[in-house]
C-alpha cells in the first residue's frame, strides 16, 4: 500500500482508487461479509461506494450494480431483497408486489390482481369476452399457454387445443 500526504486517506482494496477523508467508505473486517466475487478473492479492509454498497433492508454487501431501485420503498435495495419484495405476473408480465401476488396451485403460476380472476369458475386467467363470437376464454392453447374463446379454438389444429365447456354452460 502506497502512502499518502493525508493521512486518513485510504486506497479501496478492490479498485485500488484512492478514498479521501471527506468520502463514503465501508469497512470489512470479514471477506465472507463480502458479495461474490469479492468474498472469493479474500478481501478485507476498506472500499469506496463505487466498489461496495450495503442493502438498507438487509444489511447486507452488495456491488452497486447489482442494486435495483424499489418505488413503494423509494430505495436501492439489494436483488435478494427486490426479489422478496416483487415477482412477476406470468399472465401479462406486470410487476406485483409478493403481498399482492396470487399463487395457483393447479397452474403454477403467479398472477397480478387484475389477472387473477375468482369469477373465473376455478381457472386462474381472467375471463374475458370475445368480441366476435361472444364466448369466454375457457379453452386452453397448448402452445401459447392461454386460455382462447370458440372462435379462435377452432381456428387452431386440434392438437394444439384443450377444449372445455365455456363457463356459460357450466
Request: net charge negative.
Amino acid at each position: 500500500m502506497e502512502t499518502y500526504d493525508d493521512d486518513n486517506d485510504v486506497e479501496c482494496q478492490n479498485c485500488g482508487d484512492i478514498i479521501g477523508e471527506d468520502e463514503p467508505r465501508i469497512e470489512v473486517a470479514r471477506s465472507r461479509d463480502l458479495p461474490w466475487p469479492l468474498s472469493a478473492r479474500g478481501l478485507v479492509g476498506t472500499f469506496c461506494s463505487d466498489c461496495l454498497t450495503e442493502c438498507p433492508s438487509c444489511e447486507q454487501m452488495a456491488s452497486p450494480d447489482d442494486m435495483m431501485y424499489d418505488n413503494s420503498a423509494s430505495e436501492q435495495v439489494c436483488c435478494e431483497c427486490y426479489s422478496a419484495r416483487w415477482t412477476a405476473c406470468d399472465y401479462c408480465g406486470d410487476e406485483v408486489s409478493t403481498d399482492d401476488s396470487r399463487y395457483d396451485d393447479d397452474s403454477g403460476y403467479t398472477y397480478c390482481p387484475e389477472c387473477y380472476s375468482e369469477q373465473a369458475g376455478g381457472c386462474s386467467l381472467p375471463v374475458e369476452q370475445c368480441h366476435q363470437c361472444g364466448t369466454n376464454n375457457v379453452h386452453f392453447h397448448l402452445l401459447s399457454e392461454r386460455y382462447v374463446c370458440d372462435c379462435k379454438a377452432e381456428m387452431e389444429p386440434a392438437a394444439y387445443i384443450v377444449r372445455v365447456n365455456t363457463l356459460q354452460n357450466a
